[in-house]
C-alpha cells in the first residue's frame, strides 16, 4: 500500500480502490455516500486486505 493510496483513499475512495473490482468501488461509493469517514475506512480496508488474496 504506497502513501499514494492512501491520500488517495483519503481524498476520494472510490477511486483510491479503482483497480480492485467492480464490487469493491461499489461498496466504498455507497458507504462514502452514506459518510466519509466509513467510506474510507472500507477502502483502507480493501487496500490493505487485498494483497493476502494475491500471494
Known amino acids: 500500500m504506497s502513501l499514494f ?3 488517495l483513499s ?3 475512495p472510490p ?4 483497480d480492485k473490482g467492480c464490487g ?3 461498496i466504498v461509493f455507497i ?3 452514506c459518510g466519509w469517514v466509513p467510506g474510507v475506512i472500507a477502502a483502507l480496508v480493501i ?3 487485498t494483497n493476502r488474496y494475491y500471494e
Not at 15 to 18: H, N, T, W, Y
Open 15 to 18: 477511486l483510491a480502490v479503482l
Open 24 to 26: 469493491s468501488v461499489l
Open 5 to 7: 493510496r492512501v491520500l
Open 10 to 12: 483519503i481524498l476520494f
Open 31 to 33: 458507504l462514502t455516500i
Open 47 to 49: 487496500l490493505n486486505n
